[in-house]
């Protein structure tokens, strides 16, 4: 997927050409673009309310953090696990 991105900003090849070469199909390019544009919307989005908690509790851990944003998640229809805000919070 990585290489049909490559081609494609250095015009050396279409996605069309370029996902035949990799014998994938165009529709299996977007869908993989879709979910990555929409997993760096999410992990964004709660970048920015973990920074907006970590001004008021600057020194709380992980798992109190992850509870005290719960709420906020669902408010907001973001689904982040335990695990994916570890992950987030290493990045």
């Not at 851990?61 to 335990?82: H, I, M, N, P």
């Amino acid at each position: 997927m990585k290489a049909v991105e490559i081609t494609r900003s250095t015009e050396q090849a279409s996605i069309e050409q370029t996902c035949k070469c990799y014998d994938m199909h165009r529709d299996a390019y977007y869908k993989f673009k879709k979910r990555i544009d929409k997993r760096k919307v999410v992990a964004a989005r709660v970048i920015e309310l973990v920074k907006e908690e970590r001004i008021e509790q600057p020194r709380v851990g992980t798992r109190k953090l992850y509870e005290a944003l719960q709420y906020t998640f669902e408010a907001s229809d973001l689904k982040v696990g335990r695990d994916s805000l570890f992950d987030t919070q290493g990045a």
